[in-house]
């Protein structure tokens, strides 16, 4: 089977550009950016861990915090 393949002029940055339509898209209707700025990345995060016995998975619990308010939680099989 013969097929014209085209190759975009801009093909190594595809994804970069779909990100940045997806953003610019996101932040339409808001008229401003959710962004919290890169010092964010300069704060002490708290990564901790704890096992869950919940059920018979017994999954090991990754907690991240700062300044004691937790972020985000993952790790769990179960959905709990």
């Known amino acids: 089977m013969n097929m014209e393949v085209i190759l975009p002029e801009y093909y190594h940055v595809m994804g970069s550009i779909g990100a940045a339509i997806m953003a610019r898209l996101s932040v339409e209707d808001k008229l401003e950016s959710a962004f919290r ?5 300069e704060l002490n995060y708290e990564a901790n861990t704890f096992t869950c ?12 915090s700062l300044d004691s308010e937790l972020l985000a939680r993952w790790g769990g099989r179960c959905g709990k």
């Open 53 to 64: 016995d919940g059920c018979p998975n017994i999954c090991e619990i990754v907690n991240l």
């Open 37 to 41: 700025g890169f010092a964010l990345s």
